[in-house]
């Protein structure tokens, strides 16, 4: 397993009760956004529902996952992170990002 | 010292507002959850500190909050309202094609008025969610949303919700915009839709079975079978649990408005807030009115003694009125401008607790011994 570092927007910080990063553990061979974001509810699970819908799943409509300054909303879940990107999250250089993306007010 | 508690849902978070039974002098608690959208928070009858909350965004969605102390601390319960059965099947969309049941957001949250730990949730799509572990876990009531009339339901302006679920345990009505009124008399296992008497101009049969643009509905406690509504259009009143709706808007300035309330002690006192149109949502000539009905309709009359009767433009939503049960009875209601206003000798006179909240979305009164 190997340690990341996760980035949360400020109203999922305040409702997972913790201030600044936290870091959530992952495969090492298995670095995934699906990865994270198991790892992440799994240790938070009053996150559950607010990043995936329930129903099906898929990343709530405003809301962005961004790493090493790409954003990878879009990607598909089960596949592995760009080399780059997986192993700075894995070296814990830079963050995995879970951002409220900019809609309205 | 008798203590009363007006919870505000609004725009941007949740308030706690507490005065004595005098109700002049308030304290004012809040924001809680900054930020997010407060559909609805709402005591529960069998302990009241037990209070429950519809946190919503359109970023992160649902979130349910219970508090144990009456709004000093929270915490966050039970998310998952997964509607049940595999297909969920249709609803209407705007454009009149089906659209599969979705889930959006809780609208209202109504305890059990003997079990603090069971509390009924109205989910937009259409569907009755209930708990019995405090709002940990949720099971849908699914005889509402499979109903026989569910797939020609179609959403109102605010979308596909049931905004008023009335507890006469096993007796339980829900209204949803725009599908109707619906009873059921065991507990939420089958629905009946009680729809007669609705005249609606604004959908194809103006007398059908299911569609109407029901905005709120209330029972009086002691006289569980006459119910009072405002519809979009049309203040109703059924005096046989729903099978037969008769017009009581007499002379109303507009029968168009959103919340009705029930003098907890007069059952035929009655509290409407005339708004000027369904395009229009603001009082007529910007002067805030709640109009009072001591015949049970029909025959109504203004109240304006401290509410702004110039360059007025507020509107108050279904869920923003609520009346407390002191032998002088309180009258709330919150407006889309912030301001939350008290009556406390039943309507005569009007002040405003707050004035510069977000757009408030609810109103829940509680009298505490």
């Keep these: ?105 | 010292m008798t203590q009363v508690r007006v919870l505000a849902g609004t725009r941007k978070g949740a308030f706690v507002l507490t005065s004595d039974e005098k109700r002049e002098k308030w304290a004012v608690s809040g924001p809680h959850f900054g930020g997010w959208e407060i559909y609805h928070l709402k005591g529960s009858p069998a302990d009241p500190n037990r209070i429950y909350a519809s946190q919503n965004t359109g970023w992160f969605g649902q979130v349910v909050q219970r508090s144990d102390d009456g709004g000093l601390t929270w915490e966050p319960v039970g998310n998952d309202f997964t509607y049940a059965g595999g297909d969920p099947g249709t609803h209407l969309w705007y454009d009149g094609t089906p659209k599969p049941w979705e889930f959006k957001r809780i609208w209202h949250l109504e305890p059990s008025k003997t079990d603090p730990d069971t509390v009924y949730a109205g989910a937009e799509d259409a569907a009755l969610f209930k708990s019995t572990d405090g709002g940990v876990s949720w099971t849908e009531l699914t005889g509402l949303r499979t109903h026989p009339t569910g797939p020609s339901w179609q959403p109102g302006a605010g979308g596909l919700c049931p905004h008023t679920i009335i507890l006469q345990e096993p007796r339980i009505y829900v209204a949803i915009s725009a599908a109707g009124t619906l009873r059921s008399d065991d507990g939420g296992e089958t629905w009946r839709v009680i729809n007669r008497g609705l005249l609606s101009d604004g959908i194809p049969d103006p007398d059908a079975e299911a569609g109407h643009c029901v905005h709120h509905v209330e029972a009086h406690p002691t006289k569980p079978d006459t119910l009072f509504m405002q519809k979009h259009w049309d203040v109703m009143r059924s005096d046989d649990a729903g099978e037969n709706w008769t017009e009581i808007s007499g002379n109303l300035p507009s029968d168009f408005g959103f919340p009705i309330g029930v003098h907890p002690h007069e059952e035929e006192t009655l509290y409407v807030v005339p708004i000027t149109s369904d395009s229009l949502h603001y009082p007529p000539d910007g002067a805030l009115q709640v109009w009072r009905s001591r015949a049970g309709g029909n025959e109504w009359e203004p109240l304006t003694n401290g509410l702004p009767q110039r360059d007025c433009y507020v509107n108050v939503y279904r869920d923003a009125m609520s009346i407390d049960t002191l032998d002088d009875a309180g009258i709330y209601f919150g407006t889309t401008g912030g301001q939350v206003y008290c009556s406390a000798d039943s309507g005569d006179s009007w002040a405003p607790i707050v004035r510069d909240l977000p757009a408030v979305l609810s109103v829940e009164v509680q009298v505490l011994p």
């Design chain 1, 1 to 105: 397993m190997t340690e990341i570092r996760v980035v949360l927007p400020a109203h999922l910080r305040t409702l997972a009760r913790v201030h600044g990063e936290v870091l959530v553990s992952v495969p090492e061979a298995d670095i995934t956004q699906r990865a994270v974001l198991d790892a992440l509810e799994s240790a938070f699970p009053v996150l559950g529902g607010t990043i995936r819908d329930r129903q099906t799943g898929k990343r709530r409509a405003f809301v962005r996952f961004y790493a090493c300054e790409q954003d990878l909303s879009n990607e598909p879940p089960d596949a592995p992170l760009p080399l780059p990107v997986a192993a700075a999250l894995a070296a814990r250089t830079e963050p995995f990002l879970v951002v409220g993306a900019m809609a309205g007010g």
